[in-house]
């Protein structure tokens, strides 16, 4: 039995070895035979079939793992806010040609570039730029609705403000301005 695992071990070695380079078999007058990768005196080269690979010998190749690539937001750090200052909610505004301002303040925090304002009227854009300061000119009379967005340089829409609502008041020559109080002829 010792013989049997003797015999397995040297045949085992001498199979690894393959990988390295040539096997070499000598045997003694006794019958022992010694296998070996170095070339002994009297020893004979053995060609050795190699074994085959199993799912166990393949080795896969190394990897390092990797951090996962960071996708950057340039807007993830931008605040913003906006509210319009001027006219405040459902004012009158006495405009006789439907000329008045519009004035908003915004603070926008960690924006890289000028951000860019977009009034609307009654839901129609009228105004993109970077003022905050708009005068509107032949205003229909009536009820009217007003907000500003504001956008990034790309067009990534940041902030908007409530709906201000303004009743534009115009003279009209088919309702003429009533007469003083007091009569005044004469």
Do not use: H
């Not at 996708?71 to 200052?85: F, G, K, N, S, Y």
């Amino acid at each position: 039995m010792v013989r049997n695992a003797l015999i397995i071990l040297t045949l085992t070695l001498a199979v690894l070895s393959t990988a390295q380079g040539q096997v070499y078999k000598k045997c003694d007058a006794d019958g022992r035979c010694t296998y070996t990768d170095k070339p002994l005196e009297g020893a004979e080269t053995v060609n050795v079939d190699a074994a085959p690979a199993t799912e166990f010998a393949k080795t896969a190749p190394v990897t390092t793992p990797q951090e996962p690539a960071k996708v950057v937001d340039p807007l993830a750090e931008v605040t913003a806010t906006v509210a319009i200052t001027s006219p405040e909610q459902k004012e009158a505004i006495r405009a006789n040609n439907g000329e008045f301002k519009v004035r908003w303040q915004a603070d926008v925090q960690g924006l890289q570039g000028r951000p860019i304002y977009q009034l609307y009227l009654d839901t129609q854009p009228i105004y993109r730029g970077p003022l905050t300061e708009v005068t509107l000119r032949d205003v229909a009379r009536g009820e009217r609705r007003l907000q500003v967005r504001v956008y990034a340089p790309d067009d990534t829409e940041l902030a908007r403000t409530d709906i201000t609502v303004v009743y534009v008041q115009r003279a009209s020559i088919l309702a003429p301005r009533p007469p003083a109080a007091g009569g005044g002829n004469g």
